[in-house]
């Protein structure tokens, strides 16, 4: 018989847990939405496209899942959501690729680019609500640094890492994808601090958290590691068609 989550502890406890997440995951997108203003609310939600957040509705993807999934809507263009860049450098950026692989490396930035810079449209989706079709990213494939690298039949997760602390886990199925980048071009230019410049992750399938911005190392392994996100009450996997936002 399922339990009244009412009157389990247990459950209250989760449930109060997650609340607070969400007030602060609100409080957070809010803040950094509006970079303090009122104003700046109502021009962040003037930005929500609802001519396009409804064509979107309105398209399939090639498997049948719908274009835009539950609960988000469409704005133009990414919008900056904060976090802490590491040395902005091209020059002094070093991408560490380790872990369950036979042959551990690490690149600069050059020799990053010279595994094979591929050009993808995805639409990208924010936990928070936002959604981006079609952004033009450029980058190279995770795929090709896992084949470079030897990944062994042990691995089974991807962690981005990036400057103090930030990671994202991802499951490697995902990470493989071809349109799973680590990419340094949005849109024709040059992928801006804000976003994530000189070079950021992109896993399109999932919530964008799983994006890491500035990202400096690759590690494949065996063990599963939440990230800044999923231990801050965000769900492990992000999946956002299934609304994997919480928990
Ligand atoms: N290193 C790092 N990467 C990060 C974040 C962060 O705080 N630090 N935020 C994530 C979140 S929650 C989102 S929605 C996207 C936002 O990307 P954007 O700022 O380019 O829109 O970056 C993700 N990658
Ligand atoms: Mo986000």
New binding site residues.
Partial sequence: MPQDADSDPDQREVDAFLSRQRLITRRRFVSQAVGGTALAVLGYYGLIDDGLTREARAQTLRDGRPRLPPGQRVIRR????????GDPSVENLRIRVYGDVERPYELTFAQLLELGVVTRRVD?H???GWS?LGARFEGVPVRALAERAGVRPSARHVI?E???G?T?NVPLREALAPDALLSHR?DGAA??R???GPL??LVPSL?????????TGVHFTGRDAPG??ERRGYHNHGDPWREERYG
């Avoid at 990414?78 to 860049?85: D, E, K, Q, V």
């Avoid at 919530?207 to 890491?212: D, E, L, N, R, V």
């Fill in positions: 990414l919008r900056p959501m904060g976090g802490t860049p990208v924010c936990v928070t981006v981005f990036a400057p103090y930030y994202a949005l992928l801006e804000d976003h994530g950021r992750a919530y964008f958290w799983k994006s890491a911005k500035w990202v800044y996100w």
